[in-house]
């Protein structure tokens, strides 16, 4: 019930009710005074009355049925999630997630009470993914052992997303696997198994469940990335522009053109929702990236622009542990440590597993010259999310920390990783020049140094 009454707000139901109310008196104590002065017969009276008491219920549905918005009348499934034909989710709605109870095949009773586990942990730390609603662990168990089409739980649920996995025992091993459904259409979006000795399962859950959160927080940004890139410019709102974005930078590299396009697509989410701050903060880390880096034609309107950015987003949304794990990157990235840490580290007690914030703690350190603690704490940001979109600039300070430190042969390791990861790039090929420099293979040197020019 608590669900139902919620979906009643969510749909407006009670401001229409409210409205409805309000005017269909209105209209009764105008039409009172009016028919009294003109002798018309009472039974006008009543009817009018009959009529606006058999219209309420109607109003009711329609509300249940129609989202009315500034934007106009939009058309929504009888669960009441907006079909994408005719509105893309906005900042203020959100895409939903569901993690369907984890199946387990095995003949130990105590496996049960493990796959239980998944599902209540990643539901729990699935809701930190920002930007997504996540259904609760007691809707989603009441789908266990249900055999439902996964687009029909979608579509009860009003989830764009599902996640589902089982635990299976294979001889002496333990194969756990997740797999990302889009809800839509029941195809797979990302699938990964992770195997483990059977006899130290309970040792290494916490961070099976992890890993498969902090994977799925990139592969969801992957997913919202290809679905607003297929949507026309016309009906793009703020939170499909971020999207795009962060996509850009993504899926395209670290270069002069893709930051130029992702800063005109974060300006453009800003104009439509001020009040929306995760783009004003990312703006913010991708222009004092992109200033550290000399990247932008104009370094000190970029640096002007990503402080009032970083600003106005901790203004708007001081508690999102993304929007101070971007605005803090921004800071420290600029020169100013003791305002961008704080900030940081608030974003990872919110949030652990907030890898950017912890690799923007390293980077700072690092290039502070505190090499030791920098390299510990941004090679643990990599090992929290190995495939983050983030980890070719991560990768290429750790290369320059490692550098510094004199290990040379880990340098490398790290450079090659960054070049890889994103090959329009450049830094990494400058410290790969310097790491064959130092060694004295100078043709190879000087070729690395050709190519990232």
Known sequence: MRDFFAELKRRHVYRVAVYY??????????????LENFNQPERIMQLLIFCAALGFPLALILAWIFDVTPDG???TDVLGSVTEDNVTASSGERPGIVVLPFQFFSDQPLDEIVSNGFTEDLTTLMARVPGFFVISRNTAFTYKDQMKDLREIGSELGVRYLLEGSLRRIGEQVRVTAQLIDAETGSHLWAEHYDTPGDQLAQVQDALIDGIAVRLGVELARAEFKLASRKPPSVRDAWSLYQS???????????????????????????LDPLYAPPQAYL??????????????????????????????????SGSSEVLGYAGCAFSDLGYKSRGIPL?????????????????????????????????????????????????????????????SGQ???????????????????????LLAWIQGSRGETAAAQASLNEAK
């Open 284 to 317: 913010s880390l991708l222009l004092a990236l992109a200033y550290w880096i000399k990247l932008v034609d104009d370094l000190p309107a970029a640096h002007e622009e990503s402080i009032a950015a970083a600003n106005r987003a901790l203004e708007l949304d």
């Open 408 to 430: 040379m042969e880990k340098a490398q390791e790290w450079a090659e990783l960054a070049y890889k990861s994103d090959p329009q790039f450049f830094p990494p090929l400058i």
């Open 245 to 271: 974005a962060k996509g850009t930078l993504m899926f395209h590299g670290w270069s002069e053109d893709s930051i130029k396009k992702a800063r005109a697509q974060l300006r453009q989410a800003i104009e």
């Open 73 to 75: 009348v939009k058309r």
């Open 344 to 404: 940081l580290e608030k974003a990872i007690e919110l949030d652990a597993s907030n890898a950017q914030a912890r690799a923007a703690i390293g980077a700072a350190q690092i290039v502070t010259g505190e090499l030791e603690s920098g390299i510990a704490t941004l090679s643990e940001a990599v090992k929290i999310s190995p495939k983050d979109p983030g980890l070719a600039m991560w990768a290429t300070i750790l290369s320059l920390g490692t550098g510094y």
């Open 21 to 34: 109310a309000a005017a269909a008196w209105l209209l009764v104590q105008i039409a009172d005074i009016i």
